[in-house]
C-alpha cells in the first residue's frame, strides 16, 4: 500500500478487512498495509471515534471484529443517479462488466449496498454489450433506458414514443432483443411490429417505453453486437466496396465492424464491403488498413480518397522556393 493514502483512507481499508475477515489480528491487519501494528491500533481508534463498533479481543484465537448487527448505512442514490453513474462508467470503461477488474468490483460494492428497487435495474445496465469509448455523444434518460434493459431480461414487448428526428415522434410496438453500447452510443437492438422488421434504435430518442402484457422468443442464434455493428455498416447512402491485398482476418483486425463486413476473395485478398453517408469521414478510417488497397465503389468515396491522398502528399512536399536568385 502507498505510504501516501490518507489516515482515513488506511481506516477504511481496516474496516474492510474486518468486515471480510472477522477475528483478524494486528498483526496480519499490519502485514498487508505495509504499517506497524501500532499504527494499526491508531485506525481502529479512528473508527471507534466515528462510531463504528470494533471489538477486540485477546488470547490466541483474538483478534479485531464488528460489534454484532452493525451494518455500512445504505448509499442514499435515486434510481436516476445510480443508473447515470452506471451509464457514465460503462461509457468510459468496459472492464465494469467484468466483476475480476477492480473498476468492475468496486461498482459491485456499491450496487450491493444499495436498496433493492434501485440496484435491480442498476445491475441489469451491467449485462448490455459495451463498446470502445469514444465521444460523447447525448446521454438517454435513465429510467427510461432502465425499462428498456429490464424488457430485454424479460423479453416483453415494449410500446415506444420514438423522435425519428425534432418534432417528428411515432408510436411503435416492438420486441426488445438487446440493449448495446457501440462507442459511447446507446443502441436497442429490436424486431419492430409496426415494420415488421428489425430494427436498430437510437435509445436517446425514446420518449416513452411501456411494457406489454405480450412476451416473445429472441432469435436462437443472435449476436447482439455482431447484429448491431453490420447494422451500422448498413444502410446509408453511399456504397463501399474496397479490396485489400491482406488476409480477411488482418482485416477485420484493422477495421472495426460497425465500419463493414470483410468478405474473402483468396487467401491474401479481402473485399470490405459497407455503406456510408459521409464519403470524406471514410476515406479516413481507411488509413488504418495497413496493407495496399484499391477503391472499388462508390465514386465519391474514390474522389473523397483521392482528395486526402493529394492533401497529405501537399504536406510532405518541400515548399516552393520563391526567393530571387
Not at 120 to 126: D, L
Not at 159 to 168: M, V
Not at 240 to 255: G, K
Request: glycine share 6%; hydrophobic share 45%; charged share 25%.
Amino acid at each position: 500500500m502507498s505510504r501516501e493514502e490518507s489516515p482515513a483512507a488506511r481506516a477504511l481499508l481496516v474496516l474492510e478487512m474486518v468486515q471480510g475477515s472477522p477475528g483478524i489480528t494486528a498483526q496480519r491487519l499490519a502485514d498487508r498495509l505495509g504499517v506497524t501494528e501500532r499504527a494499526v491500533r491508531r485506525h481502529v481508534a479512528t473508527l471507534r471515534q466515528a462510531g463504528v463498533p470494533v471489538a477486540a479481543s485477546r488470547g490466541p484465537y483474538g483478534g479485531y471484529r464488528l460489534g454484532r448487527g452493525y451494518r455500512i448505512p445504505p448509499l442514499m442514490f435515486t434510481t436516476a443517479e445510480a443508473l447515470a453513474l452506471v451509464m457514465a462508467v460503462m461509457e468510459g470503461r468496459r472492464e465494469a462488466a467484468d466483476p475480476a477488474d477492480p473498476v468492475g468490483s468496486a461498482l459491485g460494492k456499491i450496487l450491493r449496498v444499495l436498496p433493492e428497487p434501485v440496484a435491480a435495474p442498476a445491475e441489469a445496465f451491467r449485462g448490455v454489450s459495451a463498446g470502445s469509448p469514444g465521444a460523447v455523444p447525448a446521454r438517454p434518460d435513465p429510467e427510461t433506458a432502465a425499462v428498456l434493459v429490464q424488457s430485454c431480461v424479460l423479453r416483453q414487448r415494449l410500446r415506444l414514443a420514438y423522435r425519428r428526428r425534432p418534432g417528428e415522434e411515432g408510436v411503435m410496438e416492438v420486441d426488445p432483443w438487446a440493449v448495446v453500447v457501440r462507442d459511447s452510443r446507446w443502441y436497442l437492438l429490436c424486431w419492430s411490429h409496426t415494420k415488421n422488421a428489425r430494427r436498430l434504435l437510437r435509445v436517446d430518442r425514446v420518449a416513452r417505453a411501456e411494457p406489454q402484457a405480450a412476451t416473445f422468443t429472441p432469435p436462437e442464434d443472435l449476436d447482439p453486437a455482431t447484429a448491431v455493428d453490420e447494422h451500422l455498416a448498413q444502410g446509408w447512402r453511399h456504397r463501399v466496396e474496397v479490396v485489400v491485398d491482406a488476409p480477411a482476418e488482418a482485416v477485420a483486425a484493422w477495421i472495426p465492424r460497425s465500419l463493414g463486413r470483410c468478405e474473402k476473395l483468396a487467401p491474401d485478398r479481402t473485399r470490405l464491403l459497407a455503406t456510408t453517408e459521409t464519403p470524406g469521414w471514410y476515406a479516413l478510417q481507411l488509413a488504418a488498413l495497413r496493407a495496399p488497397f484499391r477503391v472499388v465503389a462508390s465514386q465519391e468515396l474514390k474522389e473523397a480518397v483521392a482528395a486526402l491522398g493529394r492533401r497529405l502528399l501537399d504536406s510532405v512536399e518541400p515548399a516552393e522556393d520563391t526567393g530571387a536568385n
